[in-house]
């Protein structure tokens, strides 16, 4: 950090307006005395607009209600979205808090140099705009359109990604892929030439049985597939949780293994071959719609559950019993390919695992399996076609992870440190969109290079995260209750429409990203590709095309269309086409021979803690998304920090105290920031940790974040990429307990 | 008539959805809270238990909140429910001490507040914010007088508990599990 070139900005110099707020005093309604106590407004005396959420990807659709005085008030679920079933989670209840927070970015930020450090001073969008137009077009001019990156996340993504093709870049990226669900992409398009995507098609709500491997839902607040999960309880489902942690989801199955950590690719293989040793397979599935049988069946000869009993800690017994509650329920049984699953560097090994699993099971295309999703086809408002770029990210692999089919993060990052370059394709400048990368992205200290090599950073976000810190300028967008976004295109059993419009002026000098992305793009000559004065003109153009209109839509909020192709499940005895090379179902993949892996999942030994060291497992808490929710009023109210889970025995080893505060330290020395609260619970095995991701923020403009809890991030030091896609496998992270108050000041 | 609500344990998976619910539906405000989460974890690793519930207010048919009050301003109403006049609330705080369940905050305003089972959208024939937010479906409410309401359909179809029976005060919020 020192005599860094981009110094992480941490003090407000100008007091941004990051007025700490006591507790109470943010009333978002006024004050209703009513004589006999009640006091809520019934929903008809307010005025309500339609939404979808970005609080998280899931992006329910909804609406914000107004009160009498056009004060937002509270948001609800529409009933008529497949994604929340007008019911949404925590976070989209909490939204408000997105709107109402006093810290959020109020007008645009300009980065000033000085022998101090550097601050920032309030500008006006003229200016900012006009700043970040000219510096991009300079980089552009000098370095090539290629050398403008895009890392984003969300809504504002889709606008700016529009610049910067018409810049004529393709080097965008979100972290969604290899930070996140890249590994089981891969791995089920390797398997079922299809990708799982979001939302799952997880046919939940028909299930007899579920099969999570790690998957925490519930404490993933992943809305749809919580509500048809508590819907299987009801129905009387068998739940299966594989998890080193007593998870809410274990503590509501039937079978909760508690396995050693980093060994559940044993699990998987022993499972594969109970189900084909015990023959209680989908025979006619198999015959009909797989190949490489004969190949598995010889690969998992060996692979017996007595096999994986001493790698897993899982007892014979209980992996055949639940490989016979599977085959029990097939075809309508899940085994869930899970979200974040970039673990130990073999991820997508794993997922094939998991895939191959499914299809043994015959549950891909079948009721209570896998449906086949489909999603609504929106015209493209008309623009001239998009340059081509000159290169890309996949120009950066340099032979590596050759099977990623989406833009490796962590290879932009690599190609914007100048000086480590063999070529003259180095990216220059980062739009960074919706995503707080200091927290989100493994190995800081590449980041810190990668900012230090840039020459021009511009971040567009709604809150003053830490990755603003890092930015040359600020631009302040409006949440998503202040503006029209991209119709909601996602993917579901009928392919629904969704509308985003505002329900009250953005406050302060905030904008809509839409906007933003035209004013850059005006001023850089790429007029054509924006060719509107306001985004309602694409939005109507749009919905016109599919019959319906704006106005329509703003009194509706969603619209059904019609299934472009297929059915949602296979028909009994169709003939199916799979998109991969044989055509069919591949238990070995010729698309992972081909590209010099292993064809069929093979189990590799991960290391295991050192004596006095447990592995940190770090998970999700269901009314938080990640870091960017760890300052919502509303949110901060239900969890304002994370909390360090140790096993009774640990802390009986180190003498910890629930409540106490400790220092965590990882096998590369790397002590966190701040201290964290120990939580001493039988939830945890003993040779592991537990942390709820998103939190010890170190921005102090963070008011109510700042400081609280463990940012887990500064920890995961230990990167194991996986060879593949290219995915960060973060869960190889050893800690110990620094039980000394070291009174550590905040770093960036 | 006897307005109730029943949760159930199997389901809950302790989001909170029920608490922002009611902020944000009955102005409650930030750092406050009518309802809330508890946890309850039994047993040694591997063997363990885990019981998530949503608490608040039993509009208890004992409700020692309403003996107690000296003003009158906490009362009962149709169903049951157990409310609060906040301009006839004095503050004194006798109801805090006096609930089992420690339901009862002190409004910033001056007042005593808790849950009123949405007793507003109740009377225009919808279901209490909680009730209707939750993603898991876990909570019911209606009229225990009605045995085809969905509380009483509940209750009979599952075993169920109340919290502190031995306070005596014939809580109206159960426990299926």
Known sequence: ???????????????????????GSIRWAGATTLLDGEDGVPDAGMQRYPTFCEVCFWKCAGWTYTDGQGRITKILGNADDPHCNGRLCPRGTGGVGMYYDEDRLKWPL????????????????????????RRLKEISAKH??????????????HHLS???NAMGSDNIAAPSYAQCRGPREVGFLGTFGASVGSPEPTDIRDTRCLVLIGSHLGENMHNGQVQEMADAIDRGATIITVDPRFSTVASKSRFWLPIKPATDLALLLAWIHVLIYEERYDKDYVARYTEGFDQLREHVKAMTPEWAYGITTITPEQIRETARA???????????PGRHVTWYGDDTQRSRAIAILNALLGSWGRRGGFYFKT??????????????????WKDKLNGRYPLADLAVSNVLVEASIAEEQTDDKVVKAWIVAGTNLPLTMPDKEQLIRAFDSLEFVVVVDTMPMEITGYADVILPECTYLERYDELRDSPHREPWVALRMPATEPRWETRPAWWIAKQLGDRMGLKAWFNYSDYTEVLDWQLRQLGSSLEEMQQKGMMKLERASGTLYLEEGQDFAFNTPSGKIEFYSHMFEAAGFDPMPVFTAHPQPPDGYYRLIYGRAPMHTFSRTANNPNLTDLMEENNVWVNPKTARVWGLRNGQEVYLKNQDEVVSSFPVKVRVTERIRWDSVYIVHGF???????????????????LITNVMVDPIMGGTGMRGNFVTFVTEDLGKEAEA | MRYAMAIDTRKCVGCSDCVVACQTENNVPVGYCRDWITETVDGTYPHVELELRSERCNHCDNAPCVRCCPTGASHIVEGGVVLVTHNECIGCGACIQSCPYDARYSHPEGYVDKCTFCIHRVREGQKPACVEVCPTKCMYFGDLDDPNSE???????????????????????????
């Not at chain 1, 300009?110 to 137009?133: M, Q």
């Not at chain 2, 509380?151 to 599990?177: C, H, M, W």
Request: a positive charge.
């Open chain 1, 326 to 336: 599977m085959a029990d329920a097939s075809p309508a049984v899940i085994v869930h």
């Open chain 1, 144 to 157: 090539g359109h290629e050398s403008v990156a895009l890392f984003n996340h969300g809504s504002a993504g």
């Open chain 1, 162 to 164: 529009t610049l910067l």
């Open chain 1, 696 to 714: 010890g923020h170190s921005n102090k403009w963070l008011s109510r974040a700042f400081g609280k809890g463990l940012n887990d991030s500064e």
């Open chain 1, 1 to 23: 950090m020192k005599n860094s070139r981009r110094d992480f900005i941490r003090i407000s110099a100008l007091g941004l307006g990051g007025v700490a707020l006591g507790v």
């Open chain 1, 110 to 133: 300009i980065r000033v140099p000085g022998a101090e450090g550097d601050t920032f001073r309030r500008a006006s969008w003229e200016e900012a705009l006009d700043l970040v137009a």
């Open chain 1, 375 to 392: 999603a609504p086809k929106i015209p493209h408002f008309p623009m001239p076609e998009f340059p081509s770029p000159r290169w890309t």
């Open chain 2, 151 to 177: 509380i009483s359909v509940a209750l009979r179809n599952r075993k169920f508990k109340d919290l502190a029976p031995e306070a005596g005060t014939k809580p109206q919020i159960f426990y299926l599990i």
